[in-house]
């Protein structure tokens, strides 16, 4: 069985972290802006990044880095994203690189970098090389620092950990901070997942698992449809829980699937300025790649999510969308409910009262249920609404940042 | 030379319009919601509709009416799309084609019925056949109520005419209403475009025509993304500038293509609670679908339109929409600028200063810049900003109107 235990990326045995304030985000300011992860002892990991064919110097950098040797640290800043940043950017991510290894006498190789915020300007590098020195004399087994420092447009630090004892009666523990908030889209957003495990791992599956809990996950889940430059999920397993190297695969798959669930929703629900949680649930596709096409028209058409925004039962612009989403599609075949409620059966409206499904559309969660009838495939999306307030927090951010600097 | 003349529609020798007040939009309301456009003489035309797999009656009638004969006139009404309303939708559509064709002395295909508002809605068609038998006794050469009774959330009423004459000094005239607002989008979104001409033509010659003229305008531009299911360009051509068929092509091209682009871009103008309308250029692309791909990901992204919103020269969002269309591109060549003014130069910032690129976004129209510099192909896009007031505007559509019907 798996149980949700207290703390994030330090939950599983042999883990530390530190957080600093660099003032990368504003100078002067004393936001926590820098986080140091690391394992007591050498491991195996995994990596996901951006498939944005811009790609933020750190992501270049730690790409190449984990093909030579397995992620044992990570350093990681909020409020400048490096990308866009030239070679001054790529020697800005390996001077982070080489500060936190050499600070935690660590291979370079083994540190991975990762930045988030904003796109474009340069890092103030001679302010965060101290911070990641100085944060590294004060790692401890605590990590809501860290889950603090990673947040840009967040409102929450967002953890999340998980144990489970296996059959041969080992306690198995996985954990992990994540930020997420603006550009949120499949096929990772600007979104950070770090997950640290004690399980007892090979690199060839510790892989593999990370990409089957990433696709039931942060790829399925889209606040605004856009993909970031510099998305990143780590997963590093150390070992320490002392289980027979890969063993009980599903009960660890369980877990890291649940822990990355967990954080996916999480970052929907603090997206920017969203107030709803709604899963697109779409069956009856003919294909996966129909039942997934339709379920992001339909989670990133902005007239939708104006409508789930406005509480607003509005099954035609969900049907519309359905339209243009390029799937196979026999338009009297299509049904359409709120949280099992029916509006539209076989392409037209349902007699269900209106002021039931607008009941629906009123809760903080609801699912839109959606069933083609063409065939038997599925996918679910997780997505929100679309603020008046989304846009107005999003309207200036450029200049704004420029001038602070 | 090609003079913009007055009126629309019936700017064209031989065309006359009425419209009618039937309470489509709200019972009982007096807004004028029905529209009827008629040639004198027998005419060819071409007609292009919605891509979207839903489509509502009206359109899946006037394309097989078309098929059989040549559209001599319109009947449109506004505030029900007629959409994902079955048999009985159908049914409704036919009902308008016939009382129209009634009351005209027509044959029912040569009558094209058009109809845009709310999906999913049955019409009122008991007070929509009475409204067109008695707007066809008051059909006048004047068109400015017809431009009007086919707006939805339109806040001004749109219609272009122009003249030019031939080498053989005949005049020709083409004229045209048009409705937009909402859903603008790519291959035809919730907009109607009524189009005619005394221009003699051969059915080939006008269809071939109007397609040229719809790819450089309607489908050139985007509001938010979204594709309607009712979508409509209709263009009746009747002969009476008594030319030879077919003669003077080009001008009679160019004099099409002017009154389509200037509607298009008054419908972006006019789109919902817009405040900007933004030419996104695209040059320097590998093929045309590269340059088209990228316009419409960095002209269709939430985050990039909130900047325009804004006024925020935010170059780093619209290089990360670049990076994820899915073109071929090289980071490192990309020049993004503002109205000409460089904000980013081979994939770094420009050494413009941020007053300069400022003072550009404050305009109300302002062109985006983008050479991909990785071959010759380009696209231009007609796009517009994202605003607070648009999501507060599109929050509640379908509860309202079941309410006040």
Same mark, same amino acid.
């Given at each position: 069985?798996?149980?949700?235990?207290?703390?994030?990326?330090?939950?599983?045995?042999?883990?530390?972290?530190? &957080?600093?304030?660099?003032?990368?985000k504003e100078k002067g300011a004393d936001r926590l802006d820098l986080a140091l992860i690391c394992s007591d002892v050498p491991t195996v990991g995994a990596a996901v990044f951006t498939k944005n064919k811009?790609?933020?110097?750190?992501?270049?950098?730690?790409?190449?880095?984990?093909?030579?040797?397995?992620?044992?640290?990570?350093?990681? +800043?909020?409020?400048?994203?490096?990308?866009?940043?030239?070679?001054?950017?790529?020697?800005?991510?390996?001077?982070?690189?080489?500060?936190?290894?050499?600070?935690?006498?660590?291979?370079?190789? !083994?540190?991975?970098?990762?930045?988030?915020?904003?796109?474009?300007?340069?890092?103030?590098?001679?302010?965060?090389?101290?911070?990641?020195? !100085?944060?590294?004399?004060?790692?401890?087994?605590?990590?809501? &620092?860290?889950?603090?420092?990673?947040?840009?447009?967040?409102?929450?630090?967002?953890?999340?950990?998980?144990?489970?004892?296996?059959?041969?009666?080992?306690?198995?523990?996985?954990?992990?901070?994540?930020?997420?908030?603006?550009?949120?889209?499949?096929?990772?957003?600007?979104?950070?997942?770090?997950?640290?495990?004690?399980?007892?791992?090979?690199?060839?599956?510790?892989?593999?698992?990370?990409?089957?809990?990433?696709?039931?996950?942060?790829?399925?889940?889209?606040?605004?449809?856009?993909?970031?430059?510099?998305?990143?999920?780590?997963?590093?397993?150390?070992?320490?829980?002392?289980?027979?190297?890969?063993?009980?695969?599903?009960?660890?798959? !369980?877990?890291? +699937?649940?822990?990355?669930?967990?954080?996916?929703?999480?970052?929907?629900?603090?997206?920017?300025?969203?107030?709803?949680?709604?899963? *697109?649930? *779409?069956?009856?596709?003919?294909?996966?790649?129909?039942?997934?096409?339709?379920?992001?028209?339909?989670?990133?058409?902005?007239?939708?999510?104006?409508?789930?925004?406005?509480?607003?039962?509005?099954?035609?612009?969900?049907?519309?969308?359905?339209?243009?989403?390029? &799937?196979?599609?026999?338009?009297?075949?299509?049904?359409?409910?709120?949280?099992?409620?029916?509006?539209?059966?076989?392409?037209?409206?349902?007699?269900?009262?209106?002021?039931?499904?607008?009941?629906?559309?009123?809760?903080?969660?609801?699912?839109?249920?959606?069933?083609?009838?063409?065939?038997?495939?599925?996918?679910?999306?997780?997505?929100?609404?679309?603020?008046?307030?989304?846009?107005?927090?999003?309207?200036? !951010?450029? &200049?704004?940042?420029?001038?602070?600097?």
């Amino acid at each position: 069985m798996i149980t949700k235990i207290k703390g994030g990326v330090c939950a599983p045995q042999g883990f530390q972290s530190a &957080a600093a304030s660099c003032g990368i985000k504003e100078k002067g300011a004393d936001r926590l802006d820098l986080a140091l992860i690391c394992s007591d002892v050498p491991t195996v990991g995994a990596a996901v990044f951006t498939k944005n064919k811009v790609k933020a110097a750190p992501v270049q950098l730690s790409s190449k880095s984990i093909k030579k040797t397995a992620p044992r640290a990570i350093v990681a +800043n909020s409020g400048n994203a490096n990308a866009c940043t030239g070679e001054v950017g790529m020697e800005h991510a390996k001077a982070m690189q080489q500060a936190a290894a050499t600070a935690l006498s660590l291979g370079k190789d !083994e540190v991975q970098v990762c930045s988030t915020g904003i796109i474009g300007l340069p890092m103030p590098i001679e302010r965060i090389l101290p911070g990641i020195e !100085e944060a590294a004399t004060r790692m401890k087994t605590t990590d809501a &620092a860290v889950a603090k420092a990673i947040m840009t447009s967040d409102t929450k630090p967002k953890s999340h950990a998980v144990e489970y004892q296996d059959s041969a009666g080992i306690t198995v523990r996985v954990g992990a901070i994540a930020k997420g908030a603006g550009m949120i889209n499949p096929n990772m957003a600007t979104m950070l997942c770090f997950v640290t495990t004690d399980y007892a791992a090979s690199e060839a599956y510790i892989n593999e698992a990370t990409q089957t809990a990433v696709n039931q996950s942060f790829n399925c889940i889209s606040v605004d449809g856009d993909m970031s430059t510099n998305d990143t999920v780590i997963v590093m397993a150390n070992g320490l829980a002392g289980n027979r190297k890969d063993s009980g695969k599903t009960l660890f798959q !369980e877990a890291l +699937n649940e822990v990355m669930l967990v954080l996916a929703k999480k970052m929907v629900s603090d997206g920017e300025r969203v107030t709803k949680l709604v899963e *697109v649930k *779409v069956a009856g596709a003919a294909s996966q790649a129909d039942a997934e096409i339709v379920a992001r028209a339909v989670g990133n058409s902005k007239l939708v999510k104006c409508s789930w925004n406005g509480e607003d039962p509005n099954w035609g612009r969900i049907i519309h969308a359905i339209g243009y989403a390029g &799937a196979k599609i026999k338009e009297d075949k299509i049904d359409i409910g709120f949280s099992g409620l029916p509006a539209c059966v076989g392409g037209l409206t349902a007699d269900t009262p209106l002021a039931k499904l607008a009941s629906v559309v009123k809760k903080k969660t609801f699912s839109v249920d959606i069933d083609l009838n063409v065939g038997s495939e599925s996918f679910t999306l997780y997505t929100a609404d679309l603020s008046p307030e989304y846009v107005d927090f999003n309207r200036e !951010e450029y &200049a704004l940042t420029r001038r602070k600097l």
